[in-house]
């Protein structure tokens, strides 16, 4: 995972929720601290882009609500909508 991946899915609509890409952006910073020398450059650098990543996350509303607010089912009349928290 990479941010350019990331980005072209995020202007192909490919999420369905912002739980999805947040686990694509865990993914990559996982893989980068992973993957090079602990102490290197991109290391320092991947942290660096995971405190930012994660302040700007804390100051994001707490429950997400699909554009469409489209219903998954119905009962009784009643539609049942769909919600996703970031908890």
């Known amino acids: 995972m990479?941010?350019?991946?990331?980005?072209e899915r995020l202007k192909k609509k490919y999420y369905w929720s912002g739980v999805e890409c947040i686990q694509d952006?865990?993914?990559?910073?996982?893989?980068?601290?992973?993957?090079?020398?602990?102490?290197s450059k991109i290391v320092a650098q991947t942290r660096r882009l995971e405190?930012?990543?994660l302040t700007k996350l804390v100051g994001m509303p707490k429950v997400e609500v699909d554009e469409a607010f489209a219903p998954i089912k119905q009962k009784?009349?009643?539609?049942?909508?769909?919600?996703?928290?970031?908890d």
């Open 76 to 86: 009784k009349g009643k539609f049942i909508h769909s919600i996703t928290t970031l």
């Open 25 to 39: 952006f865990q993914q990559m910073i996982c893989n980068a601290l992973v993957y090079n020398i602990p102490g």
């Open 2 to 7: 990479d941010l350019w991946t990331i980005r």
């Open 51 to 53: 405190l930012a990543f």
